[in-house]
């Protein structure tokens, strides 16, 4: 059975940090790029960030850029996205996915808000940051 389990989210005051992780079973992990996306309530949902397999190649959203980093421990099928200077715009529920479709520009490019579904999805963490 393939799952990602999200975790690390909570309620954290502006300026904060959080790291959330995403461990992944059932599927060859090592094989796949992992993505975090997230949603607002009452907004769409939006690409965080990805890292590829193999070169570990990562891409951002221009929102993130700068505080968070992505990376992807496949000892453990683990990937982290460590949040720092937090701001009460981030606050939203964080889903990491993973696929093995598509190119890394056709990856990436949902990050930035292009068409593209990945293949599976955990169930999600929320992020609340206090003003």
């Known amino acids: 059975e393939v799952q990602l389990v999200e975790s690390g989210g909570g309620l954290v005051q502006a300026g904060g940090s959080l790291r959330l992780s995403c461990v992944a079973s059932g599927f060859a992990f090592d094989d796949y790029a992992i993505g975090w996306f997230r949603q607002a309530l009452g907004k769409e949902r939006e690409g965080v960030a990805c890292i590829n397999s ?3 190649a990562t891409v951002y ?3 993130v ?3 968070f980093t992505i990376s ?3 000892a453990k099928n683990t990937v982290y996205l460590h949040m ?3 701001k009460p715009e981030d606050t939203a529920i964080y889903y990491c996915a993973a696929t093995l479709k598509g190119s890394w520009s056709l990856i990436a490019g949902a990050i930035q808000g ?3 579904d990945y293949d599976y999805w955990g169930q999600g963490t929320q992020v609340t940051v206090s003003s």
Do not use: I, V, Y
Request: aromatic content about 6%.
């Open 61 to 63: 959203a221009d929102s």
């Open 114 to 116: 292009e068409s593209f």
């Open 84 to 86: 720092n200077r937090l």
């Open 65 to 67: 850029k700068g505080r």
């Open 54 to 56: 193999g070169d570990g």
């Open 72 to 74: 992807r421990d496949n």
